[in-house]
């Protein structure tokens, strides 16, 4: 079964996938915590429940799986995961000074776009300019 599965079925279906199944142990070492935490945690109505397990990680899963399946609401819940924005000024300073991506923010905080400018033109490779 698929990590996500199991918060459709929370979420959905509200039917229970540890309990009845070929292999109940296989199905509750399946269960993926913390994905189930971070997925639910992007909608409003859920986000105290993910918030209360989070209080209590050392639960078996089985605890935590019926807690969402009993304690939610029947709902059609989707969303996309944000993602980290990339850069193209840090990933070009981080390239120039060869240094990773936290000290390229830092760098970024002290130097001003001028010289921002003068990294990319050094770094340029050719092809045509826009």
């Not at 698929?2 to 540890?18: A, L, R």
């Not at 993910?50 to 989707?78: C, I, T, V, W």
């Amino acid at each position: 079964m698929k990590p996500f599965d199991y918060v459709n079925s929370v979420t959905d279906n509200k039917k229970n996938m540890m309990v009845g199944t070929e292999n109940d142990e296989l199905a509750e070492k399946g269960y993926n915590a913390f994905l189930t935490n971070k997925s639910l945690s992007y909608h409003m109505d859920s986000i105290l429940y993910s918030n209360e397990m989070n209080h209590y990680p050392f639960l078996d899963n089985k605890l935590q799986y019926e807690y969402y399946l009993y304690g939610l609401a029947k709902k059609k819940r989707f969303s996309k995961w944000a993602k980290k924005d990339d850069d193209e000024d840090i990933e070009i300073v981080s390239q120039w000074y060869g240094c990773n991506y936290s000290k390229a923010t830092e760098i970024l905080k002290i130097i001003n776009k001028d010289t921002v400018d003068l990294i990319k033109q050094k770094l340029q490779k050719g092809g045509v300019i826009k």
